[in-house]
Every structure is written in structure tokens, then in C-alpha cells.
């Protein structure tokens, strides 16, 4: 990025597909109460709209953009957990002066933990009765999602918060968000059976009790917050970290190397392009084999549809970069 007016542009960009995307991404559910008012398991509903309505071809370009989103996900979130139980906890409490081929090693140990950590957590989470993946993920970020990001956001915000603070909101917001969650548990497996016959309690021990634990964990986490600061008043080199911290965001956004920060983009538009034209072709092949071998008409035309524009996209974004290095 070369100034901070790209940086506005950019987080005004991210900010409308926040505002459209979620539409977007809940409209299939949707569209299937009518498309699809037969469906039992509301968990499938992705799965069977999409076998409805795409046809040969993009079925399987959805399952590999799923399969490769989770991939990505997961690969992300294990390098930012291992690099910060490598850095942040191993180096600076267990063995500090770690060399870089060491560091190497603990960060794949710490990654090979946490993925085994995964795979049991998946395993437990499948044999918990009266919960899916939804419920699942709903109840861990109100048990932990306040009690982390809203000691990050004091941090940027106010000043009055101290190390002391963040680390007490932490701590009050995570044991009240696992307490909740795993009376949550206990009672959802209590009353399965009674759950299924009564949806008033259905309601209260899923979303009611959600909503009211997110609730107590934001306000156990601010009070902590508040209560830790007054505590004890932070020392001189935490209140000259915390000044120089807020000193270097009111410093206007200056690149040290504008050829690379103009270069940057121009390179990711190139790879991205590509990627899109190679997609947009495989699709089209896929189409011409359809229409030969299975004489399926919609499917080819909708599969040149989207190669197409795949590939309209991907040249679009070829003369965008020609035109910046120009």
C-alpha cells in the first residue's frame, strides 16, 4: 500500500462485502425452504441445493473451493497458534536463545500438538448429543471471544487499560465463558429428550442461553478489565510502551520503499489473475466434455457462463496490473 488514502480505500472495500456478503452466503438457506421444503436435516441444505442447481462440473468446482477454504483456514490458524506458543511462551518462559533451526523444530512440534488437538476435539464434539458444528462453534466464541478481543481492542482504544487489566478481563471473561459452556453441555445432554418435544426449552438452552452467556462473558471481561487496572497503577516501562505504541498509530503511513509497496499489489493481481484464467479454462473444458459426452445442454451453457466470466475476471485483473506498471 502507498499511502494511507489506499489504506481507507481498502478497509472502506472490506467493510461493503461485510455489508453483502453474509445476504449473499445465508440466501441459498434460505431459497431452499422453497426450493427444497422437504428437507429433514437442516445441516445438508447447502449440499442438496447445490446438487439441485449446479450441474456437472461446478459441483466439483465447489466441493474443491470448500475443501481448499477449510485448508486454508486451518493451515493459517496452526502456523499463528504454533508461532505464538514458539515465541511468545516457549522462548520467553521455557527456553529462551532458541536458534532459527530450533525454532523451526518447536514450531512444527507445536503444530503436529495442535492438529492432534483437532482431530480429538472433533472426535469428543461428534459423540456430544443435542449439538452440530454450529452450536459447537457459537458456544466457544461466547466462552473465549470476548475474554480475548475486547482486551485487544482496549488496548488500541484506552489508555487507562493497563497489562494488569487485560490479563484479569482475560481471565474473568474466559472462566465465566467455560462455565457456562459446560453447564450448557451438561444440561443439553440432561434434557435431550425433553428438548425434542419442547421447543420453548429447545430455544432457551440453545440460542437464549447462548445470547445470555455472551452477555455475562462481555461484562465479566470489562469488569475484570476495570478491576485489574485500578488494582495496581502500571509501571514506567509499561506506560512508555503503551505512549510509544499510540504514537506510532497517530504517525501518518509512510513506506519506507514505495517501488515495493507499489510493486506488491501489481504482483498479487498478477498471480490472482492467473489462477482465474487457469480456473476459467479447466471449466471450460469441463463444459465441452459435458456437451460431448452426457449432451446436457444447460450444464454446458452454465459452465461456459461461469468460465467465462472466471476468465473475464482474470484478464480484467492482467491489464489492471499492465496498467500500474505503466
Do not use: C
Given at each position: 500500500?502507498?499511502?494511507?488514502?489506499?489504506?481507507?480505500?481498502m478497509?472502506?472495500?472490506?467493510?461493503?462485502q461485510?455489508?453483502?456478503?453474509?445476504p449473499?452466503?445465508?440466501?441459498?438457506?434460505?431459497?431452499?425452504?422453497?426450493?427444497?421444503?422437504?428437507?429433514?436435516n437442516?445441516?445438508?441444505?447447502?449440499?442438496?441445493?447445490?446438487?439441485?442447481?449446479?450441474?456437472?462440473?461446478?459441483?466439483?468446482?465447489?466441493?474443491?473451493?470448500?475443501?481448499?477454504?477449510?485448508?486454508?483456514?486451518?493451515?493459517?490458524?496452526?502456523n499463528?497458534?504454533?508461532?505464538?506458543?514458539?515465541?511468545?511462551?516457549?522462548?520467553?518462559?521455557?527456553k529462551?536463545?532458541?536458534?532459527e533451526?530450533?525454532q523451526?523444530?518447536?514450531?512444527r512440534?507445536?503444530?503436529?500438538?495442535?492438529?492432534a488437538?483437532?482431530?480429538?476435539?472433533?472426535?469428543?464434539?461428534?459423540?456430544?448429543?443435542?449439538?452440530?458444528?454450529?452450536?459447537?462453534?457459537?458456544?466457544?466464541?461466547?466462552?473465549?471471544?470476548?475474554?480475548?478481543m475486547?482486551?485487544?481492542?482496549?488496548?488500541?482504544?484506552?489508555?487507562?487499560?493497563?497489562?494488569r487489566?487485560?490479563?484479569?478481563?482475560?481471565?474473568?471473561?474466559?472462566?465465566?465463558?467455560?462455565?457456562?459452556?459446560?453447564?450448557?453441555?451438561?444440561?443439553v445432554?440432561?434434557?435431550a429428550?425433553?428438548?425434542?418435544?419442547?421447543?420453548?426449552?429447545?430455544?432457551w438452552?440453545?440460542?437464549?442461553?447462548?445470547?445470555?452467556?455472551?452477555v455475562?462473558?462481555?461484562?465479566?471481561?470489562?469488569?475484570?478489565?476495570?478491576?485489574?487496572?485500578?488494582?495496581?497503577p502500571?509501571?514506567?516501562e509499561?506506560?512508555a510502551?503503551?505512549?510509544?505504541?499510540?504514537?506510532?498509530?497517530?504517525?501518518?503511513?509512510?513506506?519506507?520503499?514505495r517501488?515495493?509497496?507499489?510493486?506488491?499489489?501489481?504482483?498479487?493481481?498478477?498471480i490472482?489473475?492467473?489462477?482465474?484464467?487457469?480456473?476459467?479454462?479447466?471449466?471450460?473444458l469441463?463444459a465441452?466434455f459435458?456437451l460431448l459426452r452426457?449432451?446436457d445442454?444447460?450444464?454446458?451453457?452454465?459452465?461456459?457462463?461461469?468460465?467465462?466470466?472466471?476468465?473475464?475476471?482474470?484478464?480484467l485483473m492482467?491489464?489492471?496490473?499492465k496498467?500500474?506498471?505503466?
Amino acid at each position: 500500500l502507498k499511502s494511507e488514502r489506499e489504506i481507507t480505500k481498502m478497509i472502506r472495500w472490506v467493510a461493503v462485502q461485510a455489508f453483502v456478503m453474509p445476504p449473499i452466503f445465508f440466501f441459498p438457506g434460505l431459497a431452499a425452504r422453497v426450493l427444497l421444503p422437504e428437507i429433514a436435516n437442516a445441516k445438508e441444505v447447502y449440499a442438496l441445493i447445490s446438487f439441485k442447481l449446479l450441474p456437472i462440473g461446478l459441483m466439483g468446482f465447489v466441493l474443491s473451493a470448500v475443501i481448499s477454504a477449510t485448508m486454508s483456514s486451518l493451515g493459517s490458524e496452526f502456523n499463528t497458534l504454533s508461532g505464538v506458543l514458539t515465541r511468545d511462551f516457549f522462548m520467553k518462559k521455557v527456553k529462551p536463545g532458541l536458534t532459527e533451526k530450533e525454532q523451526v523444530f518447536w514450531g512444527r512440534t507445536f503444530t503436529a500438538v495442535i492438529g492432534a488437538a483437532t482431530v480429538a476435539m472433533a472426535i469428543l464434539f461428534n459423540e456430544l448429543q443435542g449439538f452440530n458444528l454450529l452450536d459447537i462453534m457459537f458456544r466457544l466464541f461466547s466462552a473465549f471471544g470476548p475474554a480475548i478481543m475486547l482486551p485487544l481492542i482496549a488496548g488500541l482504544l484506552a489508555r487507562r487499560v493497563n497489562a494488569r487489566g487485560a490479563l484479569a478481563g482475560m481471565i474473568a471473561g474466559a472462566g465465566i465463558g467455560i462455565t457456562l459452556v459446560a453447564a450448557n453441555i451438561v444440561l443439553v445432554q440432561t434434557y435431550a429428550v425433553e428438548m425434542a418435544a419442547s421447543p420453548r426449552l429447545e430455544f432457551w438452552l440453545r440460542s437464549g442461553w447462548n445470547s445470555a452467556a455472551t452477555v455475562l462473558n462481555v461484562a465479566a471481561t470489562l469488569l475484570g478489565m476495570w478491576l485489574g487496572s485500578r488494582s495496581k497503577p502500571a509501571a514506567d516501562e509499561e506506560r512508555a510502551r503503551s505512549g510509544a505504541v499510540f504514537a506510532n498509530l497517530a504517525k501518518p503511513y509512510l513506506p519506507e520503499d514505495r517501488e515495493s509497496a507499489t510493486q506488491a499489489p501489481l504482483e498479487f493481481f498478477r498471480i490472482i489473475g492467473l489462477m482465474l484464467l487457469a480456473f476459467g479454462l479447466a471449466i471450460a473444458l469441463v463444459a465441452v466434455f459435458v456437451l460431448l459426452r452426457y449432451h446436457d445442454g444447460r450444464a454446458f451453457r452454465i459452465d461456459l457462463i461461469v468460465a467465462l466470466a472466471l476468465m473475464g475476471i482474470g484478464g480484467l485483473m492482467q491489464l489492471k496490473k499492465k496498467a500500474g506498471r505503466a
